[in-house]
């Protein structure tokens, strides 16, 4: 069983991952370095990121997410410890195993970013056909286009500003600025990597900061509003998606992922009386306002913590006044509400079921996608609108009409320089 739930975590956060996707360097990049090109910054979502680790009392890192060499009986118990983050709700914080230390693997590079590789190259491309597109027409990775990746298993709203995450991306973006003749630099990030993007650019750098660096922000996917999905995973044992691993054991992993508690749904994208579950047997209706109580009816003081702390670190969706361009998908039916079927004593320890759908990309619900669109009323700056109809929250990446705007927007400076001569 516990190689079934590794497998089954795996399905689940690479859902949809098309064959064949991912490619090394293009062999029709362009062989010359271009100095004409605006820089781009790559940042993936939950699971998307490549972490290396190695063990305290050791100089040499290897590969934690994702090596698929690992899930065989012989690994499995080792392998699971490890991946499995520690959470200390008096500090408020997410860390990996103490005998462990871990980072993300090539960052700055695109390594960590284009495939997970555990699985082959072949069917775990992530940034991988963009990536393809932008070494066609000149970039290199490292030195015009730049991986972000990091350790979602530790990332939440409020963590990333103290843990040197955000410190990281603002030395980056300085970096590709300063190799690139001081040029801004189009950040890109996608779903959870969209909204460490925003919550970097609006609590962890200065308005000026911002005005020198950046030269846009590409939002694809972003949970702005959080996900209903993420909130069945916390609240009790749930099936993810077709995974044939049992909600129980997955529910042991995703209950300690920072990453899962900033997906949970929030005011950003609906209102407070917003049915998110019923529980029948207790005469209960859990709405946005009531979430909360959840995990204080079942005195699961632990999860309580680190849910009322990311809430509180999410609520709030500024403008960035910045040129701005929103991608979202949809097409696909998304969880909109649960119902708890268990004893009034112990609901929280059966499996949940949703009742009810709505539009959006099979993870994200259409409203929690489009709801960075209000920014265009907030900022004069520009903020574009983009929709990629029938896309699910992962294979929107490998879309030919994302890809084709992406690389319009990212292009756009070269175009706008060239009508000048």
Known sequence: MQVLLLVGLVVSLLNELPLGSSQGVSKNSKSHDRNDLT???????????RIEY?????????????????????????????????????NDTFTSQPD????????????????LNGLGKNISGYFSVLLKAMEKEGYVAGQTVFGAPFDWRLANAKQILTNGMAESLKELVEHASFVNQGKKVHLVGHSMGATFIHQFLMHFVSEEWKNRYVESFISINGPYGGSFEAFAHLASPHRWGSSPVSAKLLHKITQTLGGIYWMLPNSNAFAKDKVIAKVPNANMVITLDNMTSTWSVSNRSTILRAVESTLQATTG?????????????NGYRTMNELVF???????????????????????????????PLRWKDEQIEIVTEHLIEHASHISVLHKPQLVAEVMDIILETLKKKDKNF
């Open 317 to 329: 969706l500024d403008a960035l006044h910045l040129p701005t361009h929103i991608f979202y998908s």
């Open 100 to 115: 462990i230390d871990t980072r993300p693997y090539d960052y700055g590079g695109v390594g960590g970013v284009r495939y």
């Open 39 to 49: 820089p781009v910054i790559l940042m993936p979502g939950l699971g998307g990121s």
């Open 341 to 371: 079927e268990g004893p009034e004593d112990s609901w929280w320890t059966k499996e949940s079921k949703s009742t009810s759908t709505t539009d959006g990309d099979g993870t994200v619900p259409i409203e929690s996608l489009k709801s």
């Open 54 to 90: 190695k063990k305290k009392n050791s100089t040499k890192w290897k590969m934690l997410w994702l090596d698929v060499f690992r899930i065989l009986p012989m690994h499995i118990p080792e392998y699971a410890r490890q991946l499995t983050p520690v959470y200390d709700p008096i």
